[in-house]
């Protein structure tokens, strides 16, 4: 799927009010907009509850769509029952590429799982604190303070992690190791976009922005433990960069 097929995707943005916050909006349609369009965007909760009422500017500057849905009993929670009833009729119209979930709450992990049964594409938006089975079901799963973080801090990112902190952190460089053992060539090097394909297909979770940084290309150096290379390609127009590890060059590779 190329870049244009993308850009038009259909896609349902479905919030569920109780477990988002409004601060995240524009960051959320924002990042929505990389892939595809929101064809609707409907958000689900109890508007007659006092605790909801921050939502109410957003959702007019936003064409957000509120869904009502009463709470019947205490400690139950209608509004998710809402959404995936929604889902499940949006899904079965057939009009959708793709869906945006918007909660961090485990209750959504089948719905996810049975959307891309279908042959669509499930992106999750939730906090640091979602339960990984919800993140996993997900084809690609954007932590919201990272949204948050666009708005707030000067190079919209949140605080970058040193060299040091990044190579401590055993899941990522194993997640960078493994891509490239996947996608490099007998010398070791691979293009660094196929990495970064393999490593989102190995955990929807990752987005160099959770560690500070904007690019792949600038998380894969600020890490240390990889050689990157920048090298023009056969059109002798467009530039392509290229990734190995370091230590396939310590091994004669």
């Known amino acids: 799927m190329n870049d244009e097929e993308i850009n038009q995707n259909r896609l349902a943005v479905l919030i569920d009010a109780d477990n988002a916050m409004p601060s995240i909006t524009e960051g959320l349609l924002a990042e929505v907009a990389k892939y595809g369009v929101a064809s609707v965007k409907r958000i689900y909760g109890d508007w007659t509850t006092p605790h909801l009422g921050s ?74 604190k979602t339960p990984m089975a919800f993140v996993s079901a997900c084809d690609k799963f954007i932590y919201t303070e990272v949204l948050i973080a666009q708005k707030e801090s000067p190079d919209g990112t949140v605080r970058k992690m040193s060299s040091r ?62 050689e990157i290379d920048e090298r023009m390609q056969a059109d002798g127009q467009s530039r392509a960069i290229y990734v190995r590890d370091r230590n396939k060059k310590k091994s004669g590779r």
């Open 55 to 128: 939502w109410k500017k957003v959702l007019l500057q936003h064409a957000i769509q509120p869904i009502q849905q009463f709470r019947y009993t205490t400690g139950k929670n209608a509004t998710d029952s809402a959404m995936i009833i929604d889902a499940m009729d949006l899904l079965y119209k057939g009009r959708f590429d793709g869906f945006c979930l918007v909660s961090s709450d485990s209750d959504f992990t089948r719905l996810a799982s049975r959307i891309r049964e279908e042959g669509l594409l499930v992106y999750g938006f939730g906090e640091n």
């Open 165 to 226: 902190e990044l190579k401590r952190d055993s899941k990522l460089v194993n997640l960078f190791r493994n891509a490239l053992e996947a996608a490099s060539d007998d010398t070791g090097w691979a293009q660094l976009g196929a990495v970064g394909s393999n490593i989102a297909n190995q955990a929807p979770e990752f987005d160099p922005r959770n560690y500070g940084y904007k690019k792949l290309g600038e998380l894969a150096s600020a890490i240390g433990l990889f």
